[in-house]
């Protein structure tokens, strides 16, 4: 893989054992503004979701983390944006964004987008302390409460579960290397973050041009 080192601490080990979390590693993206037949692509995959079944199961693992959320005393982003998406459809951001939001809403689990390059050496799931500290995006100041899951590299915290990604790590025009990641949570399985983290390099394969450089789920 071409991931950097990826390990789970002792403390999440021991907090939420045999929870999963994944990665996915995408090289050499493209973001053009209108990809042909990306639309055509939304409405299928958009369909699909749609299934009685397929959107109660889906339904059912955001209820999940909502109930995770609220155990920390923070709202859920994920019932609001399939409430949108199931009346609206697919939002219209950038490629790599809507392939975020296609992951997310098919397979019904929480998923970061980033810029692979903007990480500062190896990066470690862990358990937050109380009171610690995280430039969340638009320069938005996260305080961790004790027990929080979060995503560090080498030299600070780059992703709070219940709050969000950070400012650094956020893609933008000039990203060319993706890297997407999929929290699970209690309840929620792997082959769940599995499924999200293939459609959304799938997406960036078809209409980025990447590289996909595999999935990895711990």
């Not at 999440?12 to 990809?35: D, H, K, M, W």
């Not at 995770?68 to 697919?90: A, E, N, V, Y």
């Amino acid at each position: 893989m071409a991931f950097r080192n990826f390990k789970k601490s002792e403390d999440y080990e021991r907090r939420y054992p045999g929870t999963a979390f994944g990665l996915t590693l995408i090289t050499g993206c493209q973001t053009p503004l209108n990809p042909p037949g990306f639309d055509q692509y939304k409405r299928k995959v958009l369909r699909k979701m749609r299934k009685r079944e397929t959107l109660a199961e889906i339904s059912h693992r955001i209820g999940t983390y909502d109930l995770f959320f609220d155990d920390f005393g923070f709202p859920c982003p994920l019932p609001k944006h399939l409430k949108r998406t199931i009346h609206s459809g697919f939002p219209r951001y950038n490629l790599m964004v809507d392939a975020h939001f296609m992951a997310e809403m098919c397979a019904g689990i929480l998923v970061a987008v980033t810029d692979f390059d903007c990480f500062d050496g190896d990066l470690i799931l862990d358990v937050a302390r109380e009171g610690e500290i995280c430039n969340g995006m638009g320069g938005r100041e996260m305080t961790t409460k004790k027990g929080e899951i979060v995503l560090r590299d080498g030299k600070e915290i780059v992703c709070v579960l219940c709050q969000g990604a950070d400012e650094k790590t956020r893609v933008r025009e000039e990203t060319r290397n993706v890297l997407f990641y999929a929290y699970g949570i209690p309840g929620i399985e792997a082959s769940h973050i599995q499924h999200g983290l293939g459609i959304a390099a799938e997406t960036m394969k078809e209409f980025g041009g990447g590289i996909p450089e595999g999935i990895e789920v711990y």
